[in-house]
T-cell receptor
Framework: DAGITQSPRYKITETGRQVTLMCHQT?????MFWYRQDLGHGLRLIYY???????DKGEVPDGYVVSRSKTENFPLTLESATRSQTSVYFCASSESTGTSMRTDTQYFGPGTRLTVL | AQSVTQPDIHITVSEGASLELRCNYS??????LFWYVQSPGQGLQLLLK??????LVQGIKGFEAEFKRSQSSFNLRKPSVHWSDAAEYFCAVGDQTGANNLFFGTGTRLTVIP
């Protein structure tokens, strides 16, 4: 049972380059999320997806693009990386609760540490 | 809007001592509350959660948390800390607008002294 995996675990890139971070989950969870973790800010939501082909912005979406053509994958793309996007990125997933009135447990991947030079 | 405050950035305790990590939330209705732990270089693991019912919630690894509506708090406790508990702890409140999202505090780093 692999759970939720992220790749790569570490990435160094240069300003202006396009970078894609991968996230894969084996539970068939409906919801998937991308967070970034920075000192003093905790985790902040970048984008989330309620199901395949349904995505929406979170708190800090600028400079990022997501897609979800399959339930199990949720890639995050930095179209033109900037130094301010140096961070640790976490992917998470959760089941659909069947109601908008409840937030269910999120399960996190191990994270990707991205450095933009 | 929902928000979470963890007033302690860093706490140091001796092994075997008791622990309390503070969490205050801002939310108008009954909140859904979570505590996660992050070991160095790892992802986040759920310790416990509160949705409704008994205000004292038991979690994994001997942790518990108490929901106090009057104080808007959800403090995490452990009676006797082990060296392996050294980690970063995050409190979170659930979004009830349909996004199924979590709003996290900035975290408390726990150091355990032998």
């Amino acid at each position: 049972d692999a759970g939720i995996t992220q790749s790569p675990r570490y990435k160094i890139t240069e300003t202006g380059r396009q970078v894609t971070l991968m996230c894969h989950q084996t539970w068939s969870h409906s919801y998937m999320f991308w967070y970034r973790q920075d000192l003093g800010h905790g985790l902040r939501l970048i984008y989330y997806s309620a199901a395949a082909d349904i995505t929406d912005k979170g708190e800090v979406p600028d400079g990022y693009v997501v897609s979800r053509s399959k339930t199990e994958n949720f890639p995050l793309t930095l179209e033109s990386a900037t130094r301010s996007q140096t961070s640790v990125y976490f992917c998470a997933s959760s089941e659909s609760t069947g109601t908008s009135m409840r937030t269910d447990t999120q399960y996190f991947g191990p994270g990707t540490r991205l450095t933009v030079l | 809007a929902q928000s979470v405050t963890q007033p302690d950035i860093h706490i140091t305790v001796s092994e075997g001592a008791s622990l309390e990590l503070r969490c205050n939330y801002s939310y108008g209705a009954t909140p859904y509350l979570f505590w996660y732990v992050q070991s160095p270089g790892q992802g986040l693991q759920l310790l416990l959660k509160y949705f409704s019912g008994d205000t004292l919630v038991q979690g994994i690894k001997g942790f518990e948390a108490e929901f106090k509506r009057s104080q808007s708090s959800f403090n995490l406790r452990k009676p006797s800390v082990h060296w392996s508990d050294a980690a970063e702890y995050f409190c979170a409140v659930g979004d009830q607008t349909g996004a199924n999202n979590l709003f996290f505090g900035t975290g408390t780093r726990l150091t355990v002294i032998p």
